[in-house]
């Protein structure tokens, strides 16, 4: 743990020390957080934000050279068609954003660099896209990742704590609901929550990933999760410098996996503290009894 703690360490000191002191600006004026970096994502872990708003101008973060662009209007079949049309720019210190899903026919001339703040296009419904937003990813060349691109960017008001709806132990391959006063058995198991943030623009239901899960067992830290860079390992993403893959982060249908125990006989408490990257957090603790 403390290795990958180290590794994610190296990646945000290289991004540190290349950025800006006032870090980046953010690529939309509305700024509304639809989707979360390292999410569960249709079987993969998310890359970037998915920022809502409707459609409007999508400007560079820092100036950089074009890598490379794409229209919808073009037919290139070796592209991958789910970005739709984006737009990639490399920046100084090894930096590569890719403003992705933009509005067809929105790119304007080909242009072979651009100033912080100049636009891109507009943010859209092209490629793989359910309603009109912007795909935004930062790629750090010198560690081979993606950050959390909330990590430099300004923050947003958010005092919204995150939810812990239910907490379950998997052992034996059974799912036991985990509540105060539960009789569980001996041995090695694992801790799994249904947890999530939640936007705070829409009353109906749209939960959004975790920042943070911190597993604490008896006073003793057991785990702890950060989803804040994703590396490339075997052709599919990983989480942070354990290179995580998706499996050991999150079940089939989205419940997060917070970390493994070794519960003994006798009384046992339980903490398990999830949080947003606005820092709101949510602790849920629970004393139960392992049986013989």
């Avoid at 917070?258 to 009384?267: F, I, M, P, S």
Wanted: a negative charge; proline letters at 4%; glycine letters at 12%.
């Amino acid at each position: 743990m403390r290795q990958a703690c180290l590794l994610v360490g190296v990646a945000f000191f290289f991004l540190a020390a290349v950025l800006p002191l006032r870090g980046l600006d953010w690529p939309v004026e509305k700024k509304i957080i639809i989707g979360t970096f390292a999410q569960d994502q249709d079987g993969h872990f998310f890359d970037g934000l998915d920022i809502g708003g409707g459609q409007q101008d999508v400007h560079a973060v820092l100036a950089g050279e074009l890598v490379f662009r794409y229209d919808e209007d073009q037919d290139y079949s070796s592209l991958p068609r789910g970005l739709g049309s984006f737009v990639a720019l490399h920046h100084e210190g090894k930096i590569e954003t890719t403003s992705c899903n933009l509005k067809k026919g929105s790119l304007g001339p080909v242009r072979t660099a651009y100033a912080a703040g100049e636009t891109l296009g507009a943010s859209g419904d092209t490629g793989s896209s359910d309603g009109v937003h912007l795909h935004f990813s930062l790629y750090d060349e010198e560690t081979a990742s993606f950050v959390n691109p909330l990590s430099f960017l300004p923050p947003v008001a958010d005092t919204q704590a995150p939810v812990i709806r239910r907490v379950l132990l998997s052992a034996g391959g059974t799912l036991i609901p985990l509540d105060n006063g539960a009789k569980v058995p001996a041995g090695q198991g694992q801790i799994i929550a249904e947890a999530y943030d939640l936007r705070q623009d829409v009353r109906f239901h749209w939960p959004l990933g975790l920042y943070g899960v911190r597993l604490e067992v008896d006073g003793k830290e057991v785990a702890r999760i950060v989803f804040d860079s994703l590396q490339v390992s075997d052709g599919r993403l990983t989480l942070g410098g354990a290179r995580l893959p998706l499996g050991s982060v999150y079940t089939g249908d989205g419940l997060v996996k917070c970390g493994g125990v070794d519960l003994r006989a006798g009384n046992s408490h339980l903490d398990l503290s999830v949080r947003n990257f606005a820092g709101n957090e949510t602790t849920k603790e629970i004393s139960f009894t392992v049986r013989e």
